[in-house]
């Protein structure tokens, strides 16, 4: 007489499938399931790993909207991570085609647009008294100091652009060797400096400690494995319109869109005259922060003239994309 059991085929054909599995690495099916007897089912509480996220926040001052401060920086370096994520795996695709890449910088474009359209919670979402007391119990940390954001620029595009405008033009034909001479010429290393004495402020000294060698290497690594260089290479018919497309928002968003937005906060909570901020140590960033300034462009060979020398001056989304 047949055994009966109250399994059906696809269950034992699964069974089968795993044994081979196991069997294939010298293990016992059987040791297996009596691990998965006793193990307890997944919670949602300890899959994200909630209660240390929820730990995370360590005010330093009784103000309560440092709490706002500290998780809203959070929040963005949670979507800076997530920006990484996809260049990391733009690198390690097997073959670069314009869907390959498409998919990707429309992600990124999200993770920024989510930033910006959020850094309201900065701008109007705290208590002007309470931030201008707590900040100074947060000297000299900056939101200057993520290194996330920098590397996000360092995948987007080739070095040179990186650098101070006038540098640019001279270098756009660097190799490997030159990265490590260029290093001090990157727009940023300009942008921490004591408006009285132009001297590298503490903020920016301890930045380049701790982050100047993880860049470098960095900088090494996206050498020709960059968002530029990948667009650059692409085979003939590749260059798309939706993916130029997509790379000009991705320059607008970060360049220009995402800087706006934060550097309104600076205006509404920081705004002095200058005179006022060199008495105090403040950095120049009135002329550091806004994008027509700096102008910081990822994709140079994507814009005409006139579009960059009005780089930052608020037409662009309107002008150039319809945006209303
Ligand atoms: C009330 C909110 C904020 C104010 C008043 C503010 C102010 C400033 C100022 C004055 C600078 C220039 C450097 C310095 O003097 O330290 C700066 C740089 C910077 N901040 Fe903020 N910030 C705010 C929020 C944020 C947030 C939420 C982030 C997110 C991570 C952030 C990221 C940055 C970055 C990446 C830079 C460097 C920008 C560049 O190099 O162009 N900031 N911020």
Redesign the pocket.
Known sequence: MPESHPFDKSILDKLEALQAKYAAMGQDLNSYLDGLLHADFLTYWDYINLDTLLSLQHPITPFPDEEI?II??QI??LY?KLSLHEFQQLQQADAMDSSVMLKRVNRINRYFEALTHS?EI??DG?DKDQ?LKF?MSLLPA???Q?AQ?RMIEIHATSFDRLLKEEFRAAHADHTPGDLMGLFDKI??KA??VELSSGDK?L?LKQFEQKYDDILMELAENCFGANLRSFWKNLAPGQQTDELRNALRWLDVNVNINW?LS?YK??V???QKNPEDIAATG??N?QK??PPRF?K?IFYPELWNETEQAEWGKGWVEKEVFGVK
């Open positions: 401060f809203y920086h963005t370096e800076f850094f900065m701008v705290m931030f900040r900056s939101g200057f993520s954001y727009y940023w942008g921490a402020t903020t800087p934060h906060s600076a509404r909570y920081l403040g950095t960033w550091y922060l700096q910081r």
